[in-house]
């Protein structure tokens, strides 16, 4: 399986702009880690929505990566975010994702967010990935 | 009501990246459309998922505004997303949201996204935004 | 494709507690209706999320087979469901699905619930059924 | 707080087809259990979808009492369901809820559900419960 830099360097020539770390990948999980500058901060002095659902959405891509290998054309089906708490301007913010099920042609897990440094989680994702049947498109490592 | 203009305004000074105009506003609904640079892909050459989620949450947020007046302290509680077909790389992305209910604490609406020009939506969202009881934090119009 | 009856007639054999009738079947949707009783309530004298889940359910069942022909194997794999409004305790619950997607492996569609007479939904459901690859269970019509 | 007993005993009576039992509850979750009969099972010889959605907006109810007390004007605003691997037929279904917030109006959590014996989980739900501002339809304890 792909290592934690493998998937970074993919992900960093995948995409214009990736913002974020990779902390973790493994286990049937992954843990990624983005800043927040000015950028991502919305009306009250807190992280975005839509940050949020990105690093969701991220976490869950590198997680199945760990289980099944670089196949970018995986993609999103179902989304579903809870937000919880008002995360803080001023830290990092990190997802924790865990999968509940590899199947054949969907994987589907649970991400939480956290503000870096604190036990309570400011959101909650649950997301399911479509996996091609076929990973010809599989970057060979 | 807040005009379409008057609440343009409010966003692009609210966000560093405000990169939508505002189509329509009012009716109980909105319609927001994005140009989709390199910045807005993913592998596979289709718009990601991310891109999609901001819009749909954007279109949300104008939408109420449209109802109740610029209340920047309106936030997301939770947001469900499906996508459903794969957008063009070459077309803008319109969000046509209609609100289902706008209550005293909840307002909670659906949005169906396009790649313009094409009539089959490419996702579908159904988000819940959560106003605050007090609206002094709201913009005097 | 099969008829209203058809599809009754399949369902009441198949479930040992059918409490709904089929009131329209084709066009890329379906409607069904079920009479509330003392069985349907919860406190507050409303008619209780669960069964307004299951007719949600039902009826997105019920138009898939308006599709594709009554395929007793389609299964759920995701529901989200949004409460706007409390049914009233004196009438039917009327389940109006619309399909937004019918694929090859996937159908995926919306649901407005309705208290009889009332055209304010009561509640939203989006939801997903899997559809086999092989429809060899597939009852022949 | 009310201890299983009286949450039971308050089930049994706002209820007309109350079928299950708690078997743990505190700590902020709870556990449901319930028998697995012809009613509740659906074509496949698989529990049915609506089963398990009931099961998981019945644990939620029941965690969110022993956090605030007996409150049965708590309300589902939102329940979403991922199925995960097809239940069996001849075993009990255990719900597994844990709180992940537990506000002045609004509680959130995740619910497991196990065909018992098994510890991979059948399907997995998280949902959010409106608590009315003032619970003076509490009954007291």
Do not use: W
């Amino acid at each position: 399986m792909p290592t934690k830099g493998e998937i970074e360097a993919f992900l960093a020539t995948a995409f214009t702009r990736f913002d974020s770390t990779i902390v973790a990948v493994g286990n049937r999980g992954a843990t990624v880690r983005r800043e927040i500058g000015e950028a991502e901060l919305r009306p009250g002095g807190t992280v975005s929505g839509p940050t949020l659902m990105a690093m969701a959405d991220l976490a869950l891509y590198v997680a199945i990566f760990g289980e099944i290998g670089i196949v970018p054309m995986a993609v999103t089906t179902n989304l579903n975010i809870n937000f919880l708490r008002k995360p803080v301007a001023n830290a990092a913010i990190v997802a924790v994702c865990k999968l509940m099920k590899v199947g054949k042609s969907l994987a589907i897990g649970e991400v939480s967010l956290y503000s870096e440094g604190d036990d309570d989680p400011v959101a909650h994702v649950v997301g399911t990935y479509s996996i091609p049947r076929n990973h010809q498109e599989k970057i060979k490592e």
